[in-house]
């Protein structure tokens, strides 16, 4: 059972290019998220859809775009790329409330240079 | 809005001994989750334990239990017989109990290194 599937785990890239995260779950969850980790900050999150068709702001959702494809896919783009951006990348998923927690991918670590 | 704050950035502890990860949260709502995760040096986020606030009873996984004080909203988590795989970054995570769609929020983490 594969649960939550990013793609790529790692990508450098550089200042002013644009690239999109993929993120696929298999266990039929309404509710999709994305995270980014940073050292000492804990994870904050960017953007996340409550179902299919529907996205919303989280905390720091400046120069991220997200497009909910279907109930699996959730992806997130960035636009032009800046070094602020570096940082490892979660997608998370969740259910109807059943046990209450996230079900997390493997992050995908991104360098802007 | 919800806030979670672990004061602890590191703790160590000795192979075998006790040790306690502190984390206090603010919100006003009554009815939510409570979660520790950890993270080991792979970077997979994996759930340790998790506590519904409506239930008065501590949250116990076997070597992990918490102290979940409602009215003070503290929740912490002790680790009993550390082990060094237990060394990883933990993070205490909270989560309103509504619609089914609700963000969980983080804090800071705390890293805690065992000693052998």
């Known amino acids: 059972n594969a649960g939550v599937t990013q793609t790529p785990k790692f990508q450098v890239l550089k200042t002013g290019q644009s690239m999109t995260l993929q993120c696929a779950q298999d266990?039929?969850?309404?509710?999709m998220y994305w995270y980014r980790q940073d050292p000492g900050m804990g994870l904050r999150l960017i953007y996340y859809?409550?179902?299919?068709?529907?996205?919303d702001k989280g905390e720091v959702p400046n120069g991220y775009n997200v497009s909910r494809l279907n109930k699996r896919e959730f992806s997130l783009r960035l636009e032009s790329a800046a070094p602020s951006q570096t940082s490892v990348y979660f997608c998370?998923?969740?259910?109807?409330?059943?046990?209450?927690?996230?079900?997390f991918g493997e992050g995908s670590r991104l360098t802007v240079l | 809005a919800q806030t979670v704050t672990q004061s602890q950035p590191e703790m160590s502890v000795q192979e075998a001994e006790t040790v306690t990860l502190s984390c206090t949260y603010d919100t006003s709502e009554s009815d939510y989750y409570l979660f520790w995760y950890k993270q080991p040096p792979s970077r997979q986020m994996i759930l340790v334990i998790r506590?519904?606030?409506?239930?008065?009873q501590n949250a116990t996984e076997n070597r992990f239990s918490v102290n979940f004080q409602k009215a003070a909203k503290s929740f912490s988590l002790k680790i009993s017989d550390s082990q060094l795989g237990d060394a990883a970054m933990y993070f205490c995570a909270y989560r309103a109990r509504r619609g089914g769609s609700e963000k969980l929020v983080f804090g800071k983490g705390t890293k805690l290194t065992v000693n052998p």
């Open positions: 859809s409550a179902s299919e068709g529907t996205t």
């Open positions: 506590q519904e606030a409506y239930k008065q």
């Open positions: 266990m039929n969850h309404n509710s």
């Open positions: 998370a998923s969740s259910g109807r409330l059943n046990t209450g927690e996230l079900f």
